[in-house]
């Protein structure tokens, strides 16, 4: 299986500006800067997503990115941070290796946009919240 790009990151086959390393996890800045400082932080064993990683490893590459979310706010001037992994394709999930998205937001720039709308008319909350309850036994 060809390996994707994080691993060839982790494996030193592609250059990256790297913020952190420790022997499980790896930051680095994202590409795309879709906002300044726009970080990664990825497991370095391959796990396709957040969905699928051990809650171990899961819990160091959050631990991860929250320090880095605090570094930007307080260093770095950012007035909030967007923490964000997204599983899968339907959900912009575009390389299948687990990463975490730290996105410092600064009041005056557009570069990151999340919306969600109130799609709740016409919806059973309590089924809803029934099955999902039921489902975490
Ligand atoms: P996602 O769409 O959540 O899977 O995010 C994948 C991210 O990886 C995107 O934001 C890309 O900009 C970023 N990316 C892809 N290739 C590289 C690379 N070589 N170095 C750093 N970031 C990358």
């Given at each position: 299986m060809e390996k994707d790009v994080f691993c060839k990151i982790i494996d030193g086959e592609i250059p990256c500006h790297k913020l952190y390393e420790d022997e499980e996890v790896l930051a680095f800045l994202d590409i795309s800067q879709v906002t300044k400082g726009h970080a990664l932080v990825v497991s370095k064993k391959h796990y396709e997503n957040f969905l699928s990683t051990p809650q171990e490893v899961m819990h160091k590459v959050m631990d991860v990115a929250q320090r880095i979310g605090q570094v930007e706010i307080k260093m770095f001037g950012a007035q909030g941070v967007n923490i964000l992994t997204n599983c899968y394709p339907a959900a912009g999930q575009s390389v299948m290796h687990f990463h975490v998205h730290v996105i410092p937001r600064y009041n005056d720039e557009g570069g990151f946009i999340l919306e969600m709308h109130?799609?709740?008319?016409?919806?059973n909350l309590p089924a809803i919240a029934k099955e999902i309850k039921d489902s975490l036994k």
């Open positions: 109130d799609n709740s008319k016409g919806l």
